[in-house]
């Protein structure tokens, strides 16, 4: 595909965004950065959540991940279904009960100031990680299609992309993004459906021969039943829920979406249909990563040695000019998807849980809100450049694994809170966090020796929890 095409593409697909943020944030208040003044209609949130869920790890890594690990991720994604029945029936009761803005007051009304901070913390810990490994694959592959035929370095795709995901979101925030996710769930859902029937296409397959295909593969292979494996079917259900519970429920970014619909009522069945449409999507992505092999190995290309460049690979070089369009399409908006949102929930998190920013005063802080907006844009692009200088493994591994270090000490300090009725001393809860990832860690490197040849996959996050949750109780007031 020709560079200058790819680039013509990219900005026509900024330009698109822009004129919905130019549109959205028109005439409205300094609150709508932050709530949306809670009037998203709860259809326009739930399809839109699908593209901020999914990512271009999704888009990439999926795909590429089933040469290594066939379908065992949907194990995963089966998992969440339970997670986000927890989210609808517990967390979202409580976060509406209690009207927030930032989901982490909830832990200094429960417990007090040291637990809020902490919560507050480990979520821009956790969304700075995640946010920046799924920009980082996203930059790799538009560095290829259009950066690489210019000369220019990696830092370069980097900051474009970081700066105009900045430019779109930086005045209306949240209710902004609430709209161009929605437009760029479509494209990525239509990338995908075309790549599949075009590959289809080229291996000259029915749709009959085509399940048959997929069901006749091993690859195809959904349930793992070896316990010492770390994708055992057990590990990964279980993780998969509370990976749903702690990367939505508890994360500042997806919640912020939930909590701009009118009422508890609506954010639920925003959750009910948002989960059942992410596990059709991710088997499609599963489907269309087998495919993607077939095809390689029909056609004799060679597998990259990072198998997440296997879609953008076969795309570029060997799709027909349709399906490479559609497919960079699809990887921009995943792009932006992802990342927009978790831009505004940072600048959110940091200006109301560190800041204190109220309702009362977000016009009077608007350049500071601003300036904090761009701040963290500074931090993501200095993140993803470290973890391109040193990253030797999928992506969507990395994610997983970040979370389970980064999301346990919130999922042990929710879990506290919510089911039992205990007080914290407060001023002990930031080490027990961290002493909480450290133990885990550590009996995670030695699992096999001290545990009978068990290796931990990422349900690390159930045991980082527990943990957090047994340390609180070591603190708790009698």
Known sequence: MSPILVGTIILTYFFILIIISHFTSKGGSDEDFYTAQRQSPWYLVAFGMIGASLSGV????????????SFHYFQVVLGYLVGYAVISHILLP?????????IYTYLEQRFGFWSYKSGAFYFLLSRIIGSSFRLFLVAGVLQISFFDAFGLPFWVSVLTTVVLIWIYTFRGGIRTVVWTDTLQTTFMIASVVISISFITGEMNLSMGEMIYGLMEDQRSTIFNWDWQSGRNFFKQFFAGAFIAIVMTGLDQDMMQKNLTCRTLKDAQKNIFWFCI?????????????????QFAETNQIAIPERTDYLFP??????FHMLGAVVFLLGIVAAAYSSADSALTALTTSFCVDFLGFTKENYGERKKLRMLIHFGFSIVLFLVILV????????????????????????????????FTKWQLKDQYVPAVCLISPIL??????????????????????????LLTFVGLATIRKY
């Open 58 to 69: 999704t888009f990439i890594s999926v795909p590429g991940e089933v040469g290594t690990s």
């Open 94 to 102: 409580i976060y509406y009960r209690l009207n927030l803005v930032s």
């Open 277 to 293: 449409i992410l596990v059709i999507v991710n088997f499609l992505f599963l489907s269309m990563g087998l495919l993607l092999f």
């Open 313 to 318: 690979t076969i795309a570029i070089d060997h």
């Open 387 to 418: 973890f391109h200088a040193v990253n030797d493994q999928s992506v969507i591994t990395a994610v997983f694994v970040a979370a389970g270090y980064t999301y346990g000490p919130l999922l042990g300090l929710f879990a506290f809170g919510i």
């Open 440 to 465: 885990s860690y550590i009996i995670n490197l030695n699992s096999v020796a001290w545990l009978g040849g068990y290796k931990f996959g990422f349900e690390i996050l159930i045991l980082n929890g």
